[in-house]
């Protein structure tokens, strides 16, 4: 079946360092998302990509945060100088269209656990 | 802000026993979608419900949009140790992304 799949599975990094997390969505899906979730807390939506522009952002999705599609497969999430807070799941997701119904449903990846030290 | 309450939060039942979840919330979403989500892995898709007052079966699993869809339930049946995980409701706006607004979740676990 096919999969969303994200790397690092776990990335260590120093408080103000970029970081960046990259997926490789399912090969026919049109539709990116970023979500993240903290330990012990909801997952969060972050940011949706469509046609290599962002769709909708979340108030989490500040300057710190951009995501890119470099070289038509890979999607990834940058966070140019990591906080504390950032510490966090973070998942990708992707779909085939938007809207209601079975093409518009979001398929999660194994997750990037950051830890900021 | 758009809110999706889970109860109970956590469940811890015995092997056999029947249980319900419920996800509400004070906005109508255009579909409901169920997740379980194992520690430390991606959340995988359940079921979607779309229609007011839809009801979905996936084996022993039963899931119920609320007529003005703004709930939801789920249902299992004779749980088994291996439906132990975190379940999550998550509401679409739908339109032009496919925002999900989550649940706050529900700890399930079953004593063999």
């Known amino acids: 079946e096919p999969e969303v799949t994200q790397t690092p599975s776990h990335q260590v990094t120093q408080m103000g360092q970029e970081v960046i997390l990259r997926c490789v969505p399912i090969s026919n899906h049109l539709y990116f998302y970023w979500y993240r979730q903290i330990l012990g807390q909801k997952v969060e939506f972050l940011v949706s990509f469509y046609n290599n522009e962002i769709s909708e952002k979340s108030e989490i999705f500040d300057d710190q945060f951009s995501v890119e599609r470099p070289d038509g497969s890979n999607f990834t999430l940058k966070i140019r100088s990591t906080k504390l807070e950032d510490s966090a799941m973070y998942f990708c997701?992707?779909?085939?269209?938007?809207?209601?119904?079975?093409?518009?449903?979001?398929?999660f990846g194994e997750g990037s656990r950051l830890t900021v030290l | 802000t758009q809110l999706l309450e889970q109860s109970p939060q956590f469940l811890s039942i015995q092997e056999g026993e029947n249980l319900t979840v419920y996800c509400n919330s004070s906005s109508v979403f255009s579909s409901l979608q169920w997740y379980r989500q194992e520690p430390g892995e991606g959340p995988v898709l359940l079921v979607t419900?779309?229609?007011?007052?839809e009801v979905k079966k996936l084996k022993r699993l039963t899931f119920q949009f609320g007529d003005a869809r703004k709930d939801s339930s789920l249902h299992i049946t004779a749980a088994q140790p291996g439906d132990t995980g975190l379940y999550l409701c998550?509401?679409?706006?739908?339109?032009?992304?496919?925002?999900?607004?989550f649940g706050t979740g529900t700890l399930l676990a079953v004593q063999p």
């Open positions: 419900v779309v229609t007011g007052g």
């Open positions: 997701a992707t779909s085939l269209k938007t809207g209601t119904g079975r093409a518009g449903e979001l398929f």
């Open positions: 998550a509401g679409a706006k739908g339109g032009a992304t496919n925002k999900l607004i």
